[in-house]
């Protein structure tokens, strides 16, 4: 198995444009399946679960193809509406497809995504929601089975959590859906406003994303469209953490600056100096890091819990101590025994993580946790005195196009190694 080799302590320089967002993409190539007909998404990054994405679209009947960073999704002959296990299990988000099936085909079975690495990752917020729409919901021998009732139409759906997923299940069967439906609650993640704009695109009445509530005029037929995906921030915030952590001036394209702002306001507290354009990002780091004010993962506009093991392992090999505090999953410390393993002073006590900044790590033999814990050992690796070898890749390629090329381009000793 290839594992990455990072020889540290190499500050960082250059410029890097990034790539498009893995959870925009997602829910963009499911609600191509809501018209007949060629959509052409672009910026769309070549990620294992984008792949894992576009072999259910082909599953389902439609035609998926790639041409660099642009997909063509037709899904004039969409014909099937269940998913199998194993790609079910290949990629939880995949129950998007939940919302976006049962919109276009009015039923859809698939089996339970189940668990992660992240811990349980319950969908009953996504199933009342569908069910307040009308639809009715049944497990048969594992699978679950969805289908258009009697009484599908809009209705008020209040979401007791504003989970990402569950906001865009709404979105995508409320479009199918005769009537008004609002979302109470929503989630307000860029990644939610830009499936919006692409709806619109596709002809969908929907108003409100990046608000706490949504309207979404159903029952319309759609057509496909064009449409170019927002950049990744949590991939944004990786390179710009690596260089936190390595030192030196990278500029980072791309990304609207403003989608970032806790990650940013973190990264000037523990001491970057930090210049914004309308879609770059300039950050210099020369001193080590030091320890600032509690970080505590919340919905956004809240610090992202998916750039949590990532500040963590900058922060770990500076100086000073941060508490961080988990609120949104509860297994998302896994990265800490292996940021120990390259003399990292982290103590964790339920959802809280305290870092004692050591000054400087050194390099170890690391395992990939998860995908985001994955990058956090690279970012640490480029700060740490040594060698590192980071491996389980998988993880990191279900998020990331290139990590490796991409820091090879900003002065980083990093390569894969077969
Ligand atoms: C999405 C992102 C993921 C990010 C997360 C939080 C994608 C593909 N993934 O995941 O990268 O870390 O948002 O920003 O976009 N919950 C329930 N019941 C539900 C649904 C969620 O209790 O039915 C809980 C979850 O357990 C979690 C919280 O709500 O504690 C937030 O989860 P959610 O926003 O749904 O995350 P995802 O959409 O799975």
């Given at each position: 198995?290839?594992?990455?080799?990072?020889?540290?302590?190499?500050?960082?320089?250059?410029?890097?444009?990034?790539?498009?967002?893995?959870?925009?993409?997602?829910?963009?190539?499911?609600?191509?399946?809501?018209?007949?007909?060629?959509?052409?998404?672009?910026?769309?990054?070549?990620?294992?679960?984008?792949?894992?994405?576009?072999?259910?679209?082909?599953?389902?009947?439609?035609?998926?193809?790639?041409?660099?960073?642009?997909?063509?999704?037709?899904?004039?002959?969409?014909?099937?509406?269940?998913?199998?296990?194993?790609?079910?299990?290949?990629?939880?988000?995949?129950?998007?497809?939940?919302?976006?099936?049962?919109?276009?085909?009015?039923?859809?079975?698939?089996?339970?995504?189940?668990?992660?690495?992240?811990?349980?990752?319950?969908?009953?917020?996504?199933?009342?929601?569908?069910?307040?729409?009308?639809?009715?919901?049944?497990?048969?021998?594992?699978?679950?089975?969805?289908?258009?009732?009697?009484?599908?139409?809009?209705?008020?759906?209040?979401?007791?959590?504003?989970?990402?997923?569950?906001?865009?299940?709404?979105?995508?069967?409320?479009?199918?859906?005769?009537?008004?439906?609002?979302?109470?609650?929503?989630?307000?993640e860029p990644e939610i406003v830009d499936?919006?704009?692409?709806?619109?695109?596709?002809?969908?009445?929907?108003?409100?994303?990046g608000?706490?509530?949504?309207?979404?005029?159903?029952?319309?037929?759609?057509?496909?469209?064009?449409?170019?995906?927002m950049?990744?921030r949590?991939?944004?915030?990786?390179?710009?953490?690596?260089?936190?952590?390595?030192?030196?001036?990278?500029?980072?394209?791309?990304?609207a600056?403003?989608t970032?702002?806790?990650?940013?306001?973190?990264?000037?507290?523990?001491?970057?100096?930090?210049?914004?354009?309308?879609?770059?990002?300039?950050?210099?780091?020369?001193?080590?890091?030091?320890?600032?004010?509690?970080?505590?993962?919340?919905?956004y506009?809240?610090?992202?819990?998916?750039?949590?093991?990532?500040?963590?392992?900058?922060?770990?090999?500076?100086?000073?101590?941060?508490?961080?505090?988990?609120?949104?999953?509860?297994?998302?410390?896994?990265?800490?025994?292996?940021?120990?393993?390259?003399?990292?002073?982290?103590?964790?006590?339920?959802?809280?993580?305290?870092?004692?900044?050591?000054?400087?790590?050194?390099?170890?033999?690391?395992?990939?946790?998860?995908?985001?814990?994955?990058?956090?050992?690279?970012?640490?690796?480029?700060?740490?005195?040594?060698?590192?070898?980071?491996?389980?890749?998988?993880?990191?390629?279900?998020?990331?196009?290139?990590?490796?090329?991409?820091?090879?381009?900003?002065?980083?000793?990093?390569?894969?190694?077969?």
């Open positions: 198995m290839s594992y990455y080799e990072i020889q540290g302590g190499r500050p960082l320089s250059g410029s890097l444009a990034i790539h498009g967002a893995k959870n925009s993409v997602l829910p963009i190539l499911a609600a191509c399946l809501l018209a007949p007909g060629q959509s052409v998404i672009h910026n769309c990054p070549d990620l294992s679960d984008v792949s894992a994405t576009l072999d259910i679209l082909r599953l389902l009947g439609c035609r998926a193809d790639r041409d660099g960073s642009t997909v063509t999704v037709d899904a004039t002959a969409l014909c099937r509406c269940n998913i199998p296990e194993h790609l079910m299990r290949e990629m939880r988000s995949s129950v998007i497809f939940l919302g976006a099936l049962l919109s276009r085909m009015g039923e859809t079975e698939l089996s339970y995504p189940g668990g992660c690495e992240l811990g349980p990752r319950p969908i009953d917020l996504h199933l009342s929601a569908l069910r307040l729409l009308g639809a009715e919901i049944w497990e048969e021998q594992g699978a679950l089975c969805c289908r258009r009732g009697r009484n599908l139409r809009g209705r008020e759906l209040c979401l007791s959590i504003p989970s990402v997923g569950a906001t865009e299940n709404a979105m995508l069967a409320a479009c199918g859906c005769p009537g008004l439906t609002t979302v109470v609650g929503a989630a307000q499936l919006q704009n692409f709806l619109r695109a596709m002809g969908a009445k929907i108003d409100g994303a608000t706490p509530t949504l309207a979404i005029e159903g029952g319309a037929p759609l057509h496909p469209a064009e449409y170019w995906v950049g990744d949590v991939a944004a915030a990786t390179y710009l953490c690596g260089a936190a952590a390595a030192g030196g001036e990278v500029s980072i394209t791309g990304v600056p403003e970032l702002t806790a990650v940013l306001s973190c990264l000037e507290e523990a001491g970057c100096t930090l210049r914004t354009g309308p879609d770059q990002i300039v950050l210099a780091s020369s001193a080590p890091l030091q320890g600032i004010p509690p970080v505590r993962t919340a919905p506009p809240g610090f992202p819990t998916d750039a949590q093991a990532i500040l963590m392992a900058a922060l770990a090999g500076g100086e000073g101590a941060t508490l961080f505090v988990e609120n949104i999953f509860d297994s998302r410390y896994r990265h800490v025994d292996e940021l120990r393993r390259m003399g990292a002073d982290i103590q964790v006590a339920g959802r809280a993580a305290m870092v004692s900044g050591v000054g400087r790590l050194h390099g170890a033999a690391v395992r990939s946790t998860d995908l985001r814990g994955g990058a956090a050992l690279v970012v640490a690796a480029l700060g740490a005195e040594g060698a590192t070898q980071v491996s389980e890749l998988r993880h990191i390629r279900r998020g990331y196009q290139d990590l490796d090329r991409n820091f090879r381009a900003l002065g980083a000793d990093i390569r894969e190694v077969p």
